[in-house]
């Protein structure tokens, strides 16, 4: 069998053992902020290979309509009007059972068939139907099971539309009020935003937490929002248009001055920003950016980390 030999270039071996041994944990600890005393600049030449290499990935700075949003932790809920508890209302024994754990029913189909033990020959037969549509998610009965009145034999929900209950702090209660629309992200689709709108304040405040509930009722006809899902709840409180912007994760932060690396062919420059309002997503750039400047996202804090090398500055370790 023939073994082939596959030699890097230099270049990379250098970028490859920087990244293994040279980036510091801390860099990765809060986000986008480094924790250094000394700055960063000299600008940081990159060929392609070596930008594969370290994932780099590169926006351009646009015009962007900018929500600036409070920022709030919610956990997804069934709509109370969308799922129904169905019970029996008489003393009988289960004759027929005709819905399973995750058929999905419409209201007024028949569930089961319940024979009653009035006097009667035959026993009069109830039956059992759906008062809402949706998917049967407990059943609580096997055939032939003897059942009391007012014991819960099914329970039906219908996920096409779901509560995101979020606790405001007392300090932010002025900026949230019915009607105000929210973004939702959930962590099982990291992908997708979810659109709803507040529904419901609350009027009384947890005296322990000083909170107040709200509901953000959302559209979710996938089915992909689940009761006791954590999500994220963006709900906007401004709107700005046309403003210059980048994705969040593109800022970098040192002793308080924020940076972004903007590209020019194969160097990268550090260029310092003054950012304005943010949402979930953009921030606004004041000043140091003009339109389509490139800016780095994925793979900043390595070009970070170059940047100082080349000025011959150490990078920080935890031990700093």
Known sequence: MKIQKIILSPWVVIVVATLCLALPKRLFAHGGQIETGEGGGGPVKLTIEQQTVIGLETVTAQLRDIDAVLVLNGKVKLNPNLHAHVSTRI????????????????????????????IGNPPP???????????INDRSVTLGESVEPNKELFHII????????????????????????????????????????????G?????????????????????????????????VL???????????????????????????????????????????????????LVPDDVVVTDGKREVYTQSLMARGVRPPTDTD
């Not at 419409?106 to 009653?116: M, P, T, V, Y």
């Open 158 to 201: 219908d996920l096409s539309e779901v509560i995101v209950e979020v606790e405001v702090y007392e300090e932010d209660i002025g900026k949230v009020k019915p009607d105000q629309a929210a973004r939702v992200r959930v962590l099982g689709y990291p992908g997708d935003i979810f659109k709803g709108k507040i529904t419901f304040v």
């Open 203 to 235: 009027v009384e405040l947890d005296p322990e937490k000083r909170t107040l509930p709200v509901w953000v009722t959302v559209k979710n006809p996938d089915g992909k929002l689940k009761p006791e899902m954590f999500a994220k709840v963006a709900v």
């Open 125 to 135: 037969i109830v039956t059992l139907e759906a008062i809402v549509s949706g998917v």
């Open 238 to 288: 401004e709107h700005n248009e046309g403003v210059l912007a980048v994705p969040k994760e593109a800022i970098l932060e040192e002793s308080g001055e924020k940076f972004v690396f903007v590209q020019a062919g194969d160097s990268f420059n550090r260029v310092d920003v003054q950012t304005g309002a943010e949402d979930d997503r953009f921030v606004e750039i004041r000043d140091g």
């Open 91 to 118: 003393e009988g024994r289960v004759e027929k059972l005709y819905a399973n754990v995750g058929d999905k029913v419409e209201k007024g189909e028949r569930l089961a068939d319940i024979q009653s033990r009035q």
